[in-house]
């Protein structure tokens, strides 16, 4: 079976760490997505937009990770799995949540991209992000930069003799 989600949206509130009894950091957070959907009209489609809503939870340094570089508004990458729970409220009554439990995070735009959209006028502050348009992930690396040096690469010659299949 197969549990997986990949959202890529913005912040809908600045992320708060907060810790569990056993001294275990987490945070949770809201992240707007974009949905397109196609509404027909008197006598044409027309094409809006709206966004979905979706609650995350992210733990130990994914949560520090989350708090330390993203605030409200900055566009994030999140990889996880969908988890339901039940609770009941104050008032007794049964409840169930579902939310994205973040595996992985990254920056979903590049300190320029950030820059630029507070010159705009969107309000997004841009932090002390790498220079270079390559985003670091929830563990502080690099994130692969979709390049590879060119020593990994070598020539493939065109004889179908020696191919394996």
Same mark, same amino acid.
């Given at each position: ?28 957070f809201?992240?707007? =997505?974009?949905?397109?959907? !196609? ?8 094409q ?6 979706i609650? =995350? ?8 990770? =989350?708090?330390?570089?993203?605030t !409200? ?11 339901t ?5 104050k ?13 992985? =995070?990254?920056?979903?735009?590049s !300190? ?22 390559r ?29 394996p299949?």
């Open positions: 079976m197969l549990n997986k989600v990949i959202l890529m949206g913005r912040l809908t509130r600045d992320p708060e760490l907060r810790y569990t009894q056993n001294n275990t950091p987490v945070t949770s809201t992240v707007a =997505v974009d949905r397109r959907f !196609k509404r027909s009209g008197d006598q044409q489609q027309q809006q937009q709206t966004a979905d809503f609650d =995350v939870v992210a733990w130990r340094n994914t949560a520090e990770f =989350v708090t330390k570089w993203f !409200k508004g900055r566009m994030i990458i999140v990889v996880g799995y969908l988890q729970r039940s609770w009941q409220d008032d007794g009554n049964n409840r169930k949540s579902t939310e994205v439990v973040a595996e992985e =995070v990254q920056f979903g735009e !300190k320029r991209a950030a820059e630029r959209d507070n010159r705009q006028g969107y309000g997004l502050p841009a932090y002390d992000m790498p220079d270079d348009d985003p670091y992930d929830s563990f502080g690396d690099r994130s692969y930069s979709g390049a590879l040096p060119a020593s990994d690469f070598e020539d493939i010659t065109d004889d179908d003799d020696e191919l299949f």
